[in-house]
């Protein structure tokens, strides 16, 4: 199963081109990441659903995440649109301390035909923010991730 998660466009997210920048492109996977993963204030109100958002992000949390590697593969230049992608996301592995977010970036919903413009993956360790070090994923995010576990990307070239 795979979360949709509607991730608008900023004018600032577009570089002399037109189109999206890459760099910004990894701004707006995070976006789309942490709805999907982080607690907030106003996760019920997300499509992603508060039912994969299990990490606290507040002051004073004791789990901090650190980004250990990111991949992306552009397929296609994304055009400004005034309604907001659709960035599906999944889990492609589940480690001890770690876990595997892909993502696909398709245009909006409704829009046809539909467009692939991005394929990505992130790593992110989980991290005990006193001790500083990797801690082990708990049973309530593995229960709550487990659902989302599909394959893992493939990208056209490595």
């Not at 659903?49 to 789990?63: E, R, Y």
């Not at 055009?79 to 992608?85: F, G, K, T």
Request: charged share 25%; proline share 7%.
């Amino acid at each position: 199963m795979r979360l949709h998660v509607p991730t608008p466009l900023r004018w600032s997210d577009l570089d002399a081109y037109g189109h999206v920048n890459n760099a910004r492109m990894l701004s707006l996977l995070e976006e789309a990441r942490i709805q999907a993963f982080w607690v907030s204030d106003d996760t019920s109100e997300h499509a992603a659903g508060a039912s994969t958002a299990v990490l606290d992000a507040t002051p004073g949390a004791t789990t901090i995440t650190l980004i250990a590697r990111q991949e992306v593969e552009y397929l296609a230049p994304v055009p400004y649109q005034r309604q907001p992608l659709d960035i599906e996301l999944w889990i492609g592995q589940i480690g001890g301390a770690s876990l595997d977010v892909c993502y696909e970036v398709y245009s909006p919903v409704g829009v046809e035909p539909r467009q692939l413009y991005t394929r990505a993956v992130t790593t992110v360790v989980l991290v005990d923010a006193v001790t500083e070090r990797p801690r082990r994923i708990g049973e309530g995010e593995r229960a709550a991730w487990e659902p989302y576990l599909g394959d893992p990307i493939t990208f056209r070239r490595r």
